[in-house]
């Protein structure tokens, strides 16, 4: 009995003793292992292994890093990122964190290198891949090389493409808005014609101007924006420079019909053709750069319109022999512009690869980062391996913005037709037309874009009752710096956007700076002049952020050009804005400060906000609708398990929206105060029934969700924004608080 017991007893302790042994040898096995999996074996090895989940005690997780902003060369990293996670974790699970911390970078740092080196190997366009091993060593050399052709690249095309095409949309704000600087120099007058010829005139433009928006976008697709842009710039100079000779009515109406043509389609046109040297993310900086030429147009042509008043003449007196300043005005600018646009013909290329201010090293590079911005654009995160997918298939997320999944006509975009300014296919003109929500956004645009046309046009006509000597020379410096002001506010929103990568967000932010500017305006007395003045100021602040912004999203989220130019066509329909204005402002409000046309246009701004609300909580629902059906799709992929990529899961209103829903509201409930508290006019009764109607039903439709938002706010949220080597636009759908 006791020999049995003695060997039990023994065999425990053996037991005892080995157990601890055994441990320790296994946890030493996947040290080695992991050791082995991070620094030793190749990418595609360590891929196998993942995919086999082996050994399955290792952490495989990762946070898909691909998302990157500091990836401007768009290379797909998302193999080394899953090497680099997989160290990161299971070394600290090992506790050997601190100690190989910097190893594990520096690995992962050449593997990157390595994939820099295999993809600079291919060419342009190709899918094939090439087995390049290089020393880390070289391919650092290499990566030092990319960048300085980065650098150049983009320091040439910032400094000799931007500026010119900048220069260009200047003169066509310029030719846009002079006639409102003549009129400050008494321009109707000396014709002879009522004030009221001025709107008529300026309607008719904005008439053509729009209706003709797709038209002029799809000839200048179609002849090339080098040759299209240019030769309509020399026939609207003429044209520009023909006013100083105008003596009727109908002449002025010609005149401003035949620009208004001219003018259609040169915005979609050029903002494609911009699109072809730049990725997505490096765009909307750019953008703004070249849509604040409308902002300096305005304070450019009250500073020209300055000198040419105070040095050409008495601007109601003289000979008939004598030139008028705004003839003077008219002349000069018309003239400018024929000289800009004829150094067009020559300083245009057609394309990156035949940009002449280009080495042809610096051709290659640029037309690849552009052709692999878009392939990355049009490839889902689960579906980049087939190459063949519609350009339907790609519109999950935020580019649902520009969804056309109910045409299944399948098209392939050549790489060629990705870099080049021509050519146009029934497919674009299909996709373009019955695409649904650029019709959401072209609502809220012709409301947002009323401050726009109507203070490029009418702002010296505002400004005219604040001074007590309305000298045409002084009026038109005053419109210098609100314009500059907008320029300004403009930069630093499109800068917050590119870095952020969101576009409501700013876009919205606009608005509340509009809004606030139009009820400082509205309520202050007409007698305070130095108040309203800041607070136009205040006003034109915010006034050029919407459109470029939305614009950006639609470029950044159409790869195919001639479809993207057509969108941007039927978005321009927004100018309709410019009719609309040109109706508010008229003569017979000059006299009490233009309440009734702000009073209008306050409304119209505060409409745009909460269109832009609705559509941003509509892309969400779509969005998440979208999701779930990809999920369905994929059941077989394998996801990161990581909590940034749950966003598909319904998620409460993001904080940010909410904050601008309840202020929105309480700017309501403040202005429905002011309208019944305050002494109204009789001449603003109908305005102020108008508003209250109009504050009480916003009231109704806002307040039980703002009380609902305040009580029942969840005490955890879901991680919104996806970071994955998908499409980049995420953050304007659910935005990242």
Known sequence: MRCPILATVLGLASLAVSAPAALVSRQASLEQVTDSYVFDISIDEFITNRNAKNPPELDWSSNGCTASPDNPFGFDFINSCYRHDFGYRNFKAQDRFEANK??????????????????????????????????PEEAEELHAVDA???????????????????????????????????????????????????????????????????????????????????????????????????RHRWQLYTLRILIGCLEA???????????????????????SFFYGQAAVGGALGGLISYLVFSHFGNDEGGSDKDWRPWQVL???????????????????????????????????????????????????????????????TYDEESRGLLDSSKHSTSTITPTRQLVDDRGLSPH??????????????????????IP?????????????????DANPALINLLTAPPHICGAIVLYFAASYSDKHRIRLKPIMLGLLIMVAGLVLVVLLPSSWAVPRYVALNILLSGTYIASPLTVAWISGNTPSPGKRALLLGINGWGNLAGVISAILFRPKYAAGGYIVPFWWTLASVALAAFGYVFFYRRLKVENETRQGVLLNDMANV?????????????????RGTFSIL?????????????????????????????????????????????????????????????????????STLTQQE
């Open 428 to 449: 674009d003109i299909l996709s373009a037309v019955f695409n649904t929500k650029i019709w959401h956004i072209l609502a809220c645009n012709v409301l947002s874009a």
């Open 102 to 135: 910097a190893r594990i970078d520096d690995n992962f740092k050449t593997d990157m290198f390595n994939q820099c080196a295999n993809e600079s190997a291919k060419a342009p366009g190709s899918s094939a891949s090439v087995n390049t091993t290089m020393s």
């Open 148 to 246: 300085r052709l980065h650098k150049s690249t983009l320091r040439k095309l910032d400094c000799l493409l931007l500026p010119f095409l900048a220069l260009l949309f200047l003169f066509n704000a310029l030719d846009k808005s002079n006639i409102g600087n003549a009129e400050s120099a008494h321009f109707t007058a000396d014709v002879g014609l009522d004030k009221g010829a001025l709107n008529t005139a300026v309607a008719l433009f904005f008439a053509f101007f729009v209706t003709l928006q797709p038209v002029g976008a799809a000839l200048g697709r179609r002849y090339g924006m080098v040759l299209w842009v240019p030769s309509c710039m020399i026939l609207w100079g003429v044209c520009t420079a023909l006013h100083a000779w105008v």
């Open 265 to 287: 389609g040169f915005y979609p046109v050029t903002v494609t053709y911009l699109s072809l040297f730049y990725t997505r993310f490096e765009f909307g900086r750019r953008l």
């Open 330 to 392: 008219f002349l000069l600018e018309g003239i400018l512009t024929i000289v800009v646009a004829f150094i067009g013909y020559f300083w245009l290329p057609h394309s990156i690869e035949t940009a002449w201010f280009l080495t042809p090293e610096e051709r290659q590079y640029a037309s690849a980062r552009v052709v692999r911005d878009r392939d990355i654009q049009n490839a889902p995160a689960a579906a980049q391996e087939d190459e063949h997918e519609t350009e339907d």
């Open 638 to 654: 394998t996801i990161p398990d990581d909590p940034q990529y749950h966003s598909w899961k319904p998620e409460p209103l993001s």
């Open 452 to 468: 726009v046309y109507a203070f490029s046009v009418f702002l010296p006509l505002v400004l005219a009752p604040l001074t007590e």
């Open 662 to 730: 309840s202020s929105s509201l309480l700017t309501m409930i403040l202005c429905v105060w002011t309208a019944v508290h305050l002494n109204i006019p009789e001449h603003n009764k109908a305005i102020a029934q108008m508003w209250r109607k109009l504050g009480w039903m916003l009231i109704a439709l806002f307040a039980p969700e703002w009380v609902t938002r305040t009580t029942l706010w969840p005490s955890e949220r879901v991680p919104t924004e996806v970071r994955s080597s998908g499409p980049l636009f995420t």
